[in-house]
């Protein structure tokens, strides 16, 4: 069985998660897909960090959205794996993220969008995608619902290429998928990305009778990359590592 594999971060097992290394190897690699996460500068540039703090990955206590693109750009990562492995990493920028995937005539570029974007920093953000000639098999994903619908309604984005993080905050990581969560995804046909303990069988099977997939996040687990592609049934895998199962 061929497994959808969405790289975490880029390949964030052999370096530091959103870095231009674990993006340029997850590009090399036997990924479907290579996620990314993007905050807005105050001055409008959009950077690639999983945090809107640096103080994780660079050591700071600075809040990316109250900066200019030229302060955050000088903070060197400080952690991360395999860090000694590479050339000193920096935060870059989300078209230098898209500049990496273009290298590949194939492989899924996936946005996580962090903010809850107005539409017109979406149209910023979708004009850039749009540059770099990889709208086409791009795919968003974000824990706003406001933010997918806009994508939806406004800029007529399709559907198949829409997903709502869910288990990512306090508030759901601990609860299951459940029905009203599911009748508004096949409501507004958007797909789900949830964190993988927080999918059943059962879940995943009354998705794909509404048409709808389902991505989970974030397996490094051989046995249960294995379990949630056979058992469980889903349709893709976000991971950090590369597991043959």
Not at 154 to 160: A, I, L, R
């Amino acid at each position: 069985m061929k497994i959808r594999r969405i790289a975490h971060r880029g390949f964030s097992s052999e370096a530091p998660e959103n870095s231009r290394a674990a993006f340029a190897m997850a590009v090399e690699g036997d990924f479907y897909g290579v996620e990314c996460d993007v905050w807005r500068c105050r001055d409008g540039t959009y950077v690639v960090s999983h945090d809107g703090q640096l103080k994780r990955m660079c050591g700071v206590e600075r809040w990316i959205p109250n900066m200019l693109w030229e302060e955050v750009c000088h903070y060197p990562f400080i952690q991360g794996q395999k860090i000694s492995c590479h050339p000193m990493q920096y935060p870059i920028r989300l078209a230098e993220y898209l500049s990496i995937l273009r290298r590949s005539d194939t492989m899924c570029p996936v946005i996580e969008l962090k903010m809850d974007y107005t539409t017109v920093e979406l149209r910023e953000i979708v004009d850039l995608v749009e540059k770099y000639d990889l709208l086409e098999r791009c795919c968003f994903i974000s824990l706003h619902p406001m933010v997918l619908l806009r994508l939806k309604q406004e800029f007529h984005f399709p559907s198949e290429r829409l997903q709502y993080v869910y288990g990512a905050i306090a508030l759901n990581r601990d609860i299951p998928v459940d029905e009203e969560l599911m009748r508004w995804l096949a409501a507004n046909r958007i797909n789900l990305d949830a964190r993988y303990t927080l999918v059943s069988a059962e879940s995943v099977r009354w998705l794909h009778n509404e048409g709808l997939e389902v991505n989970v996040w974030t397996v490094n687990d051989r046995e249960q990359t294995r379990r949630m592609v056979q058992e469980i049934q889903v349709d893709m895998v976000t991971t950090e590592f590369y597991h043959e199962i």
